[in-house]
Nanobody, 126 residues
């Protein structure tokens, strides 16, 4: 059974940094893509970033480009999202998800992901 557990979310001041972790287990496939999404009540789930294990390709939403960095530690089966220069509009529940990789890189559409974690709350105070 695939399990994803996010951690690292907390209350932080605007301009601060956080590192989110997504611990993964139960994988039976060699190639995968891992994505980070965020959810705000009353709004559509937004794709933030993704990483392909096949070719290391990454994607960042325009809203986080230059501020967020996705990375992975295969020895720990963990994917990270380093978030710098946080803004109040980054406040959301952040979720990680895993699914098949794209032929090249990864795609951030939620329908491309099969397994989801429960999420971790990030709150940025202005």
């Amino acid at each position: 059974e695939v399990q994803l557990v996010e951690s690292g979310g907390e209350l932080v001041q605007a301009g601060g940094s956080l590192r989110l972790s997504c611990a993964a287990s139960g994988f039976t496939f060699d190639d995968y893509a891992i994505g980070w999404f965020r959810r705000v009540p009353g709004e559509e789930r937004e794709g933030v970033s993704c990483l392909s294990s096949r070719d290391g390709g990454t994607y960042y939403a325009d809203s986080v480009k230059g501020r967020f960095t996705i990375s992975s530690d295969h020895a720990k089966d963990t994917v990270y999202l380093q978030m710098n220069s946080l803004k109040a509009e980054d406040t959301a529940v952040y979720l990680c998800a895993v699914g098949p990789p794209a032929p090249l890189g990864c795609v951030i559409g939620p329908l491309n992901y099969d397994y989801w974690g429960q999420g971790t709350q990030v709150t940025v105070s202005s």
